[in-house]
């Protein structure tokens, strides 16, 4: 059974729900879609990634450079980057040992994702960028109660 298919069946025992794609599985956590991207040729290997977190522009791209540095350095095993020029992605990368168990390693990994997600969130807010979109979003929302 290839690693892909482990995962898929430790998800799937979990209540997860995986789908397998072309690319390996998604699979949603507390209505937050992951994914997993299957590797052949290392059945040690897991990856899992918390894709889109945060949209990318010209105009705030040094900023969400910025966060993503900070949460790098604040958060252990989660790590951001830009993925396909617009987004920022959180993954996780672990080298697996024989009698591996995803039981203690899957939910960790999870859970690193949403607390790096979080910290980037912070570092942005206190970017440039980040102080003006917050500005914004507090005058939208005192419009909407006024």
């Known amino acids: 059974m290839s690693f892909c298919e482990q995962l898929s069946a430790f998800l799937t025992k979990e209540g997860f729900q995986p789908e397998a794609t072309e690319f390996g599985l998604q699979f949603k956590f507390q ?3 992951f994914v997993h991207f299957k590797d052949d040729n290392d059945a040690l290997f897991l990856n899992l990634f918390f894709p889109q977190i945060f949209p990318v522009t010209p105009e705030n791209k040094a ?3 910025e966060a993503i540095n900070t949460a ?3 958060v252990k095993l989660a790590k951001g980057a830009i993925r396909f020029g617009n987004a920022v ?3 996780t990368e672990c080298a697996l040992s024989e009698g591996f168990d995803l039981k203690a390693i899957v939910p960790r990994c999870v859970n690193a994702m949403l607390y790096y997600r ?3 969130y912070r ?3 206190q970017t440039p960028s980040g102080q003006e979109e917050v500005k914004k979003a507090q005058e939208a929302q005192g419009e909407q109660q006024a």
């Open 31 to 33: 209505g937050l879609e």
């Open 63 to 65: 900023d969400v450079l």
């Open 72 to 74: 790098d350095n604040d």
């Open 89 to 91: 992605w959180v993954g």
């Open 118 to 120: 979080d910290t980037f």
């Open 123 to 125: 570092a942005y807010s």
